[in-house]
């Protein structure tokens, strides 16, 4: 009788087995590279004897068609090859469905009946107390799933465990009682993604534009304490943090902030130091030329606005909101969003300040300056900043030299998005996006104006189009009758997401919805006015276009047959989302979702309905959103322009990249590549290294290798470090940067990433 502990110390008593068939478990399991993603998360390394004893129990319990011990030893070996053949971590339930279809090829098949019973009375064991080990998994670091869920997490921490645990909870509430089972269901078998359903149970939305302007100007309150217009731009930037502060502890998606908004505190900051400057003068009674009191006032003027600039960038870095991260937020630099030609100006130094700090970076506790991965930072091109001799052209240089450096900011043609947004009188507006990429609809308030600041969006659910192409079979017909029905089941799935919004007060919380940062709501009246007529958005996400097209005719969307059947797929998301706002006034909107652990799950969930098919299901991870393959060879500016067909049927999110090397030395190529996505494409990002080896003290980029279990680890090219807690990482995921890695799925769309760029490319520029 063999004994061994779980996770949980509880004693697992085993079959026992004759000296010959354990010298053959011996002899096979040797290979400790392999690993196996248990039920609760946790990963640990493939153990054949675990098959051969399961197999053994269903076994023992069959009368007639039993199998041979030598036989049982077989199906374990051969379920052992096909997952050394699957180069990533293979999860409990697919190893079983392999040992089932094995024990079915032997034609045992009361046996199977048997083991079938036998995995369904272990479920039923099991789901009393799988939420209980998943949080002794979270509380014991042991979670890969959580270690690897968000890139900028660390769940080692005590305020991210929390967070987490809360999440589980959620979690179960979500699957057993607040959707509908079919939902459920296809969110487990990767059908579709029900996001964020660790905080569904509470009544929270998903990301915003927060009306700074109206909280700085009007004043609000924080912690039932009454926050005052700011008298100077420094208090102003404080007070901006502690509303961010606020702001991501009551959501959990991303917010964004106008730098516009804080502009006109740098007049009365002006004034206040004019005023005390002369005050000075006339103590002192001495006579200075006004040239010499403006020279200095605008001096001492800069120093306030870098101690402002430096308590928003430091502030936001850390602070660790009630989800244990440093807030989500983006901060927008656009000129032309200033009001009058003084408050442009003023606005220009804010921007300078705030690139600059950025480029010089963040230090580390080694006291080494990296990368930091909030604020995320955008920068709209426009008429006066884009061309050699415009007023503001020095901004945008500034800006590539903080690319080049800090991966940031990323940037928004004003002439593209112009084109691309246009409200109901016809007329085009540039705004920011909530976040990273989720990007509201042009409103009309009651008064007939543009408005975007205060909105929100309420939720996201995304469709694995792979799915859809692979069910299609390469029958065109067949994939739109499939898609029919995808679309039908996420409708209901974004429904439930209005549904439990629905109702809810405004005493929730408070800084969103009563006191500006949303809305000014009455206490206790409910949210619901806010969630109809396209005040708010729901986001119909989607994924894997690159290979659904191919499933479907086995072309890229680089040729011009699978381009056309993209965009085709694309319309019709895009006739449903007006469907169903025409029939129920609430706007939804199609998003190109940022797949950052999901892209995992999408593929092994595909993997395990459709095998492995080249070109489609051969990799751990799918393509996010429209984007062309990542291991696709095409250069930056071809790139760039075929996304920009696919980004403008994308409206409520999306954002195109390039991969580009070191570029700090070359900046009139990122300049090139700048100018270019302002002709081309609404909203694009280059993505740089910027790592860091706090052993060695290599400065460039960390490597991605394989370790001899097989998996994809990081690893520093000087030293051979290879402890991640020795390093500083930072790269672009989904259109933010991580800085506390990924799982495996994501590290290798990372490492298999190919340059779009080159500065060989540009050795006459």
Not at 11 to 37: A, H, L, Q, T
Not at 162 to 182: C, F, H, I, Q, W
């Amino acid at each position: 009788m063999h004994c061994r502990t779980d996770v949980t110390g509880k004693v697992c008593i085993e079959v026992p087995y004759s000296k010959k068939i354990r010298n053959r478990i011996k002899y096979f399991n040797g290979d400790d590279e392999m690993r196996i993603i248990k039920r609760n998360s946790s990963e640990e390394p493939f153990d054949i004897e675990k098959i051969v004893n399961a197999i053994t129990k269903a076994n023992k319990a069959t009368e007639n068609g039993k199998l041979s011990e030598d036989q049982i030893v077989d199906i374990a070996e051969y379920v052992e090859y096909k997952c050394s053949k699957m180069g990533r971590a293979v999860s409990v339930e697919e190893i079983q469905d392999m040992v089932e279809n094995q024990i079915m090829a032997k034609g045992a098949f009361q046996l199977a009946r048997n083991y079938v019973r036998y995995r369904y009375t272990r479920s039923l064991i099991r789901s009393s107390n799988t939420t209980d080990n998943k949080i002794l998994t979270l509380i014991e670091c042991n979670n890969e799933e959580a270690k690897q869920e968000n890139s900028n997490k660390n769940p080692t921490v005590n305020s991210v465990q929390r967070d987490y645990m809360a999440g589980e909870v959620s979690k179960d509430l979500t699957r057993r009682l607040l959707l509908p089972m079919d939902i459920v269901e296809a969110h487990e078998k990767g059908l579709i993604h029900f996001h964020d359903a660790d905080y569904f149970a509470q009544h929270m939305h998903n990301c915003d534009l927060v009306n700074l302007e109206d909280m700085l100007q009007n004043g609000t309150v924080i912690s039932e304490t009454l926050i005052e217009k700011p008298h100077s731009f420094s208090t102003a930037c404080n007070i901006a943090t502690q509303i961010i502060a606020q702001v991501a502890s009551n959501q959990y998606g991303g917010q964004s902030i106008s730098l516009t908004h804080l502009a006109p505190f740098v007049q009365i900051s002006r004034e206040k130091i004019k005023k005390e400057f002369l005050a000075e003068i006339e103590e002192m009674g001495i006579e200075v030329s006004q040239d010499k009191i403006d020279s200095i006032v605008e001096e001492r003027l800069k120093k306030e606005i870098t101690k402002g600039v430096q308590t928003i960038q430091y502030q936001v870095v850390t602070l660790l909101t009630t989800n244990g991260q440093a807030p989500f937020v983006t901060v927008f630099m656009y000129l032309n969003e200033a009001k009058d030609e003084r408050e442009k100006k003023d606005l220009s130094m804010i921007i300078e300040e705030t690139l600059r700090q950025r480029i010089t970076g963040v230090k580390n506790e080694a006291g080494v300056w990296i990368t930091p991965a909030f604020p995320k930072l955008i920068y709209v091109l426009e008429e006066d900043n884009i061309h050699e001799g415009d007023p503001y052209y020095y901004l945008t240089e500034l800006a590539a030299k903080c690319t080049a450096k800090r991966m940031v900011p990323d940037y928004i043609s004003e002439k593209v998005m112009l084109k691309n947004k246009i409200d109901k009188k016809g007329e085009g507006h540039c705004y920011t996006c909530m976040g990273c990429r989720s990007f509201l609809t042009p409103y009309i308030d009651k008064d007939g104006n543009p408005k975007y600041y205060g909105r929100f969006n309420q939720g996201v659910v995304t469709v694995n189009l792979v799915d859809i192409g692979l069910s299609g079979d390469k029958s065109l017909e067949k994939f739109w009758e499939m898609f029919d029905e995808r679309m039908e089941r996420c409708h209901r799935a974004l429904r439930c997401r209005h549904e439990r919004l629905k109702g809810t007060l405004s005493d929730a919380a408070p800084i969103l919805w009563q006191y500006g940062a949303i809305s000014h709501l009455k206490k206790g009246e409910p949210i619901d006015k806010l969630l109809y007529g396209g005040y708010s958005t729901l986001s119909l996400g989607y994924a894997g276009l690159w290979e659904c097209v191919y499933s479907l005719i086995g072309k890229k969307l680089t040729e011009e047959e699978g381009k056309e059947l993209g965009l085709q797929i694309m319309r019709k998301l895009n006739e449903y989302c007006a469907k169903w706002r025409a029939a129920e006034n609430i706007d939804y909107s199609l998003y190109g979702t940022p797949l950052e652990s999901t892209t995992y799950k999408f593929a092994k969930c595909l993997q395990k309905r459709f095998g492995i098919r080249k070109g489609i299901t051969d990799k751990n991870y799918i393509t996010n959103s429209y984007h062309v393959h990542v291991t696709e060879k095409i250069n930056a500016f071809d790139k760039l322009k075929l996304e920009s067909e696919f980004q403008a049927l994308s409206p409520g999110g999306a954002i195109s990249y390039v991969e580009v090397p070191d570029m700090q030395n070359n900046i009139p190529a990122v300049m090139q590549v700048i100018k270019f996505i302002y002709d081309n494409i609404m909203y694009a990002e280059l993505n740089t290294k910027s790592d860091y080896c706090q052993v060695c003290g290599y400065s460039g980029e960390i490597q991605i290798v394989k370790a001899d279990d097989g998996k994809l680890v990081w690893e520093c090219p000087a030293c051979k470090n290879r402890d991640q807690n020795k390093m500083n990482v930072a790269r672009r995921t989904c259109g933010y940067i991580g800085t506390q890695f990924w799982n495996q799925g994501r590290t290798q769309e990372i490492k298999e990433r190919v340059m779009h760029l080159s500065n060989s490319q540009f050795a006459k520029v």
